[in-house]
């Protein structure tokens, strides 16, 4: 679990530097094949929780970071189901970003997509470990804008202003909803971990 959640900060360190490097001349390939190898130590984490885990139980692992609310703490959990969707993002991943390799060659503008693609990646396994209600919110929002600015890369092209701006629309409104149906479930207490929402 904790090796899984500090590969995370390295997708969002790669994105960081597709900002920062934008001179050095190999800048998309060392994005690309640092996204590559991470994506497949996710794929190996992920796959490695499933076989490790009992047939009939699964495995669960928990762990409380003080990051987020002050009363809460941002909550990570990995389960069965959790590490099932780990392997199938990161599988889709490590072939966008083995693509990616090629497809940075043909690439008018690639810092309209070099950022994105590393932290879009990150928000889409936070989403997957966050086990409350902030984390889970925080992940979700930034994963919907991450991938609008991934839609608007290519904002010239006809019909993907109306794309984007449709795009931001669905999620800001799903995000709404999920706040309220969060609210409903929480009732009075001041626990928004998901293991208190469920009892």
Sequence with gaps: MVFILS???VLLATAIFAVAGQKLP???TAVYLTTALTCAAL??????HLLSA????????????????????????????AALFLLIINLGGLGASIYGLGYARHESVPDRVLPFFAAFLAAMNMVLLAADAFTFLLSWEFM??????LVMAHHRTEGNSRAGYVYL????????????????????????????LRS
């Design 43 to 48: 794929l190996a984490a992920a796959g490695g």
């Design 54 to 81: 009992p047939a009939s139980t699964g495995s669960v692992a928990h762990l409380i970071l003080p990051l987020g609310l002050p009363w809460l703490g941002a909550h990570f959990r990995l389960d069965t189901l």
């Design 144 to 149: 919907s804008l991450v991938s609008w600015a």
């Design 26 to 28: 190999a800048r998309s």
């Design 169 to 196: 629309l669905i999620p800001s409104f799903s995000t709404l909803c999920l706040l309220l149906a969060f609210g409903l479930l929480a009732g009075g207490s001041a626990d928004y971990d998901f293991a208190t």
């Design 7 to 9: 590969l995370v900060p």
